[in-house]
């Protein structure tokens, strides 16, 4: 059984943290990493830094412009993710990158790094479904799972064909727009979530704007298998703060009745 | 999406999944228009005249050897070839429903078109520009303002402005519409961008074999992301006696990593949407470029001029900042025609290769009085 799946199977909301590797330097990644399972996080996912992060807003933006300044590299993260894997074995690691970061190294290279690595599933942030197949069938090749986004707007016969390709969960966009930490979500996605299912997809997680306990409960309660909170975390690396003690409270809130938001 | 929008191996539309729908409407829209008489009318109505079409051809007197064409794309309204495709893209924007634009732009020149389309078609407009560009091409930012854009100044070059833009509309696509300027980006803007840039080789053309009973011996235009080459290019395609040839900014050398000579020095990558050439380091970083014409000065290049070079149908080579202000002052003063630093990179070519009995024809892209103040800092 895959990471993902032994996750999922034990039928509790998931909590995926993001982070950016090397942010704000290689020392103080790995520490930051090692927080995260500390605090509770469910699964960990790790953006390797690019210089040109379209779908990522300032702050997640800033965190890959910290580590680039630090000198952290594709290799680093790699090495990165090897060392969390040997201290950790059960958490599962997605990665999350841009396309040009993959094809600089060569897919079939850049899908090997990540298995040897240790890391369960790779999403290519500006790789739609529309050019996905090439990056799937490498990721196939090396066991590595092809995470493919969904979003509220995405049109049903697309969301069956996301459905069939991706692996390991979709990952579900909670709004138009950039990664954030909003102050509401928005959560308009029945039919999406009804699409996937039918369609037998990997499990739903919700990610973009999710920055509060409240915003899990809704994201649940909304049929999401569980959410990845990514811009409220890097916020609290970037002003120097602990992050368990906002990790644990936001993995408590999957535990909590979940309460629709209206 | 109805088409793949590649050419060759390059193009394509990498954006994030929340995009594409926006991509498709437009898809949709563009297709549907160049099948709509009654859409190609009105555009071509607008180009007569508002902007001033046909622009003309003008053989130059005294600069040699040879025999020197120019087209006369500074002549258009707004001082660029950029009006020709931003009041196509304009008219889009209409049928579709939407009520704002938004742009990034480079020297201004995209900037100053998309403002002069906001304010006739009542469409309140942004322009992301880079605050380098900002701070070299004042006069075009208050020109922006003037005409009664919101000019948003963002850390970095035109590479940094089009993130941005990219950003917006992942945000507004739903009543906001991209109005990118230049055939870069993801499908389907390389396209359709081409196809109301084609105008100008589709005039070229004509008014070449008017005046000289025959083709240029090669068609010649600066390439940044490519609009006016691929504009000029297009109806020279199939001929292939005319050379095309694309000249980058090799800015303070190419040998240096100052310059903007993605053809000649970047490698396949993805950038804003398109697998095209990219200027990179060893990891995929993008790295920044130089020009000191701020239209010229980007790392990557619309996706068709990736396809061209690889095909061999068109060769890309460069002018240096140094070439392209000798060629700005040479034209000014045999000719009497202040062209933009951009256009002085082809001509630069062009003197470069020409002999006695070569018929040669210039991309003029844009006119000069934006480049005034960096030119007497310069000269």
Redesign the interface.
């Known amino acids: 059984m895959s990471r993902y799946a032994a996750l999922f199977a034990r039928g509790e909301g998931v909590f995926g943290a993001f982070v950016m590797l090397g942010d704000p330097e290689l020392a103080g990644s790995a520490a930051i990493l090692d927080d995260l399972v500390a605090g509770g996080a469910d699964m960990i996912e790790v953006g390797i830094p690019?210089?040109?992060?379209?779908?990522?807003?300032p702050v997640i933006q800033a965190a890959a412009a910290r580590a680039?300044a630090a000198g952290v590299?594709?290799a680093d993260c790699f090495a990165l993710i090897r060392g969390f894997r040997d201290r950790h074995p059960e958490v599962p690691v997605g990665i999350l990158t841009?396309?040009?970061?993959?094809?600089?190294?060569g897919r079939d290279r850049f899908y090997r790094a990540a298995r040897e690595a240790g890391a369960d599933s790779v999403l290519v942030?500006?790789?739609?479904?529309?050019?996905a197949a090439p990056f799937v069938a490498a990721a196939r090749a090396w066991g590595v799972a092809p995470v493919?986004?969904?979003?509220a707007?995405?049109?049903v016969e697309?969301l069956r064909r996301?459905a069939r390709l991706g692996e390991g969960y979709v990952y579900c966009?909670a709004r138009?727009?950039?990664t954030g930490a909003d102050e509401e979500v928005r959560l308009d996605h029945g039919e999406m979530l009804a699409v996937l299912r039918a369609a037998g997809a990997p499990p739903p997680i919700f990610g973009f704007g999710i920055s509060r306990p409240d915003h899990v409960r809704a994201a649940l309660a909304a049929g999401a298998a569980g959410v990845i909170c990514g811009s409220a975390i890097v916020e609290r690396i970037a002003r120097g703060e602990d992050v368990r003690d906002f990790v644990a409270a936001m993995k408590a809130a999957t535990f909590a009745e979940p309460v629709p938001i209206d | 999406?109805l088409m793949s929008g590649r050419f060759g191996a390059h193009g394509?539309?990498?954006?994030?999944?929340?995009?594409?729908?926006a991509l498709?409407q437009l898809e949709a829209a563009f297709l549907a228009a160049q099948e709509d008489a009654g859409f190609q009318a009105e555009l071509a109505a607008l180009l007569a005249d508002y902007a001033g079409r046909p622009t003309p051809l003008t053989l130059c007197r005294n600069l040699g050897p040879g025999r020197i064409y120019l087209k006369r794309e500074d002549l258009l309204h707004g001082g660029a070839h950029k009006t020709n495709q931003v009041l196509g893209q304009a008219l889009l924007a209409g049928r579709m429903g939407k009520r704002r634009l938004i742009a990034e732009t480079g020297a201004g020149q995209h900037g100053v078109a998309t403002a002069m389309a906001g304010a006739l078609f009542g469409l309140p407009t942004r322009i992301y520009m880079g605050d380098r560009d900002v701070e070299r091409q004042q006069l075009n930012v208050f020109r922006m303002r003037l005409i009664g854009a919101e000019v948003v100044p963002v850390a970095g070059g035109l590479?940094e402005a089009i993130?941005e833009a990219?950003?917006d509309w992942?945000?507004?696509?739903?009543d906001t519409h991209y109005l990118l300027g230049t055939v870069a980006g993801p499908h389907p803007y390389p396209l359709m961008v081409r196809e109301y840039q084609r105008v100008i080789g589709r005039e070229a053309r004509a008014q070449m074999l008017a005046a000289e009973g025959r083709l240029p011996d090669a068609a010649i235009a600066c390439v940044g992301g490519g609009s006016n080459a691929i504009g000029l290019f297009a109806d020279f395609i199939a001929d292939e006696q005319v050379k095309l040839i694309g000249v980058e900014a090799a800015g303070k050398g190419l040998d240096g990593g100052e310059h903007g000579a993605t053809l000649q020095r970047g490698?396949?990558?993805?950038?804003?949407?398109a697998?095209t050439y990219?200027l990179?380091d060893?990891?995929?970083?993008?790295s920044e470029s130089w020009s000191v014409s701020a239209g010229l000065d980007y790392p990557a290049v619309g996706p068709e001029h990736a396809f061209l070079k690889d095909s061999g149908r068109a060769a890309y080579v460069g002018a240096t900042d140094a070439e392209a202000l000798v060629a700005f002052a040479l034209l000014a003063r045999a000719e009497g025609i202040v062209c933009a630093f951009e256009s002085a990179h082809a001509l630069a070519h062009a003197l470069k290769i020409a002999t006695e009995g070569a018929v040669l024809l210039v991309g003029l892209s844009g006119r000069g009085d934006k480049d005034m103040a960096q030119a007497q800092a310069l000269l």
């Open positions: 690019f210089s040109d992060p379209i779908a990522d807003g680039l590299r594709p841009y396309a040009n970061l993959v094809l600089a190294r942030a500006d790789v739609p479904l529309h050019e493919l986004i969904a979003a707007n995405t049109p697309r996301i966009v138009p727009g950039v | 999406m394509g539309a990498f954006v994030p999944e929340v995009l594409m729908p498709d590479k993130n990219l950003r992942t945000a507004s696509f739903e490698r396949p990558g993805v950038l804003h949407g697998e990219v990179q060893a990891d995929g970083q993008v």
